[in-house]
Structure formats: structure tokens, C-alpha cells
């Protein structure tokens, strides 16, 4: 990870019809800044751009879902800034500025986020990992992963989320796309439970670790 200093992590709960999170990460020596997702009522975001005096560098997507874009025109069009995407969902958003690459960093301020691409819940879905937290998106929740469509959909995502997700330190805060956070921690001790017992190989949908 090449993070500098800690950011400053802004979440914006509740936006939209699916309650969405949309995310701030600032440079809180220099008030750069990008946006993480940009869901319905926007203005709930931009008024914390506004009381956080943010100057936002660019607008990051982690999948092209419509719940996670539908603010993101307006966001686009107040902000001036650059959208960035995963090429494999790039194709789905209107407008596509600069292509994220699997351990990419981006730099804002002495900050840095570091992508990281787990396709499963899209092909193109990808987490942000800065200084003590990382950004998930809708590909790692508390007590789960991200809803999937299909078994091979869930074994990809369930790659994405053993291989680079679940090794990282443990005492990480993950900030998913809905809802509470997590740690990598309490996520690995779920997964944990949920490895040691035989699976159907027709598992995909709306998997619980313990209940499933």
C-alpha cells in the first residue's frame, strides 16, 4: 500500500431509493479530494463537498450499476472533475475520462488509494485501499459478499475476495456501498465459518457467510 499520510474518509449514508454510501477521501493537509461513487440525490454529497471545502481531483466508480451512477451526471457537471472507471465496466457508463488499472494508484494530495480489481459482483468492480480503510463498493459487506447472478459470477467474486481482499490486515475498516462497515478481520472470521462447510455448487445470489 502507498498511502503517505491517513486521509480524511467522508461517508454519505442513505442516498437514493437502496440507500446507498457515497464516499469523500481528502488529503486533509491540501483539501484534494475524489469522490467514491455517485448515487441518487447527489446534493447530499455535494453539500459535504461544500462544509468540507474539498477540491475534488476526480469521480471514482467501483462497478457501473445504476444505483452506484445515477447521481453522477450532476456530480460531474458541478464538480468539473474526471471520471474513472475499471475498463471492464467503463463500457456501461456514458462517460469514461480515464481507465483504472488493477494496483493503480491514484494520488490526491500526500494521499494515495491504491486499486484494486475483484471482479464477480460486475467484471469491472473495484475496491479503494488507503490508510486503514478500504472502499468496497458492492463486492465485500458485513456478514457477506455482494450479490451475484450466477455460480460462476459468485466462484470469481469469491476469488477476488480470498485472494486480495482477506489477506490484507485485519484491522482494516471496510466501507462497502450500502450499509455499516466492517473490518477485513471480523470478515475473515465469517468466511472462516462458511469455508469449513460444503457448498453447493449451484451457490449465487444474496450469500450470507453464516447462513449459508
Known amino acids: 500500500m502507498s498511502t503517505k499520510i491517513k486521509p480524511m474518509l467522508i461517508k454519505i449514508s442513505q442516498m437514493g431509493p437502496l440507500s446507498n454510501n457515497g464516499y469523500i477521501v481528502m488529503c486533509p493537509t491540501t483539501k484534494e479530494g475524489v469522490i467514491v461513487d455517485a448515487p441518487a440525490e447527489p446534493e447530499k454529497l455535494l453539500n459535504a463537498l461544500e462544509r468540507a471545502g ?3 481531483k476526480a469521480i471514482i466508480i467501483t462497478h457501473s450499476h445504476s444505483d ?4 453522477l451526471e450532476e456530480i460531474r457537471l458541478v464538480t468539473g472533475a474526471p ?10 457508463l456514458t462517460q ?5 488499472d488493477d494496483g493503480q494508484t491514484i494520488t490526491i494530495g500526500r494521499v494515495s488509494l ?3 480489481h475483484t471482479p464477480g459482483h460486475t ?4 475496491c479503494l485501499l488507503t490508510a486503514g480503510h478500504i472502499l ?3 463486492t465485500l459487506f458485513p456478514g457477506g459478499p455482494g450479490a451475484t447472478s450466477t455460480p460462476e459470477q459468485f466462484q470469481r467474486e469469491l476469488r477476488s475476495i480470498t485472494s486480495k481482499l482477506l489477506v490484507l490486515p485485519e484491522d482494516i475498516v471496510v466501507c462497502p456501498g450500502h450499509g455499516d462497515n466492517t473490518t477485513i478481520g471480523k470478515a475473515k472470521e465469517e468466511y472462516t465459518v462458511f469455508a ?3 457448498q453447493s455448487s449451484a451457490l449465487c445470489g444474496n450469500v450470507m457467510w453464516l447462513a449459508s
Open 96 to 100: 469514461v475520462d480515464s481507465i483504472l
Open 136 to 138: 468496497t463498493g458492492d
Open 68 to 71: 452506484h451512477i445515477a447521481g
Open 54 to 56: 474539498t477540491r475534488i
Open 123 to 126: 467484471p469491472g468492480s473495484i
Open 196 to 198: 469449513s462447510r460444503k
Open 83 to 92: 471520471v474513472l472507471a475499471q475498463k471492464d465496466d467503463a463500457m456501461d
Open 114 to 116: 491504491d486499486a484494486i
